[in-house]
T-cell receptor, first 111, second 114 residues
Framework: DAKTTQPNSMESNEEEPVHLPCNHS???????IHWYRQLPSQGPEYVIH???SNVNNRMASLAIAEDRKSSTLILHRATLRDAAVYYC????????????FGKGTKLTVNP | DTAVSQTPKYLVTQMGNDKSIKCEQN?????MYWYKQDSKKFLKIMFS???????INETVPNRFSPKSPDKAHLNLHINSLELGDSAVYFC?????????????FGPGTRLTVL
């Protein structure tokens, strides 16, 4: 399974943008980049995913480096409800059909 | 309506007992999963089922036996519970068994073995 590296924790202020980095230097050409988050005492929830191009949805944006060795999850205006552990996960087509969760980044949002 | 539901939410039991956790999804998905999140917060897949057929079994002890009576349900039965089984168990589902297909998680069942 391809590995990802994320900072253990990050802090942000409410209403400010947040950039959550993820390094995946061993990514293969067919690996999708997925982001999930886990709010306190809840199950993980899907945030966004992409392959090569930057992606936007109602929750966040995903910026993927040109060489695909890193990506950044962008929360445009953090709210207190965005405080969670954010997981960056790689999946491979043709590989085992499972998501491998790492330690993730614990995001604290200050009021 | 809750998309993926689990019962019970909390389960406290003695070592050696047998217990079951139930999971239901109303999303019409073909694939369901069980994950375990231990005290260090690592989330690991245990099983996946596709159309009631076991696909992934991640070297989980034989004491754990998943059962899928139909596509909408995946129950987890645990025999002879041990202290190390204490964890939060999450059920999840995805539309199809395609690598990376979005997974929808239940709220979790916190199992405490005394």
């Amino acid at each position: 399974d391809a590995k990802t590296t994320q900072p253990n924790s990050m802090e942000s202020n409410e209403e400010e943008p947040v950039h959550l980095p993820c390094n995946h230097s061993t990514i293969s050409g067919t690996d999708y980049i997925h982001w999930y988050r886990q709010l306190p005492s809840q199950g993980p929830e899907y945030v966004i995913h992409g392959l090569t191009s930057n992606v936007n949805n109602r929750m966040a944006s995903l910026a993927i480096a040109e060489d695909r060795k890193s990506s950044t999850l962008i929360l445009h205006r953090a709210t207190l409800r965005d405080a969670a552990v954010y997981y960056c996960i790689l999946s491979s087509q043709g590989g085992s059909e499972k998501l491998v969760f790492g330690k993730g980044t614990k995001l604290t949002v200050n009021p | 309506d809750t998309a993926v539901s689990q019962t019970p939410k909390y389960l406290v039991t003695q070592m050696g007992n047998d217990k079951s956790i139930k999971c239901e999804q109303n999303l019409g998905h073909d694939t369901m999963y069980w994950y375990k999140q231990d005290s260090k917060k690592f989330l690991k897949i245990m099983f996946s089922y596709n159309n009631k057929e076991l696909i992934i079994n991640e070297t989980v002890p034989n004491r754990f036996s998943p059962k899928s009576p139909d596509k909408a349900h995946l129950n987890l039965h645990i025999n002879s519970l041990e202290l190390g089984d204490s964890a939060v168990y999450f059920c999840a589902s995805s539309r199809v068994l395609v690598i990376g297909d979005t997974q929808y998680f239940g709220p979790g069942t916190r199992l405490t073995v005394l």
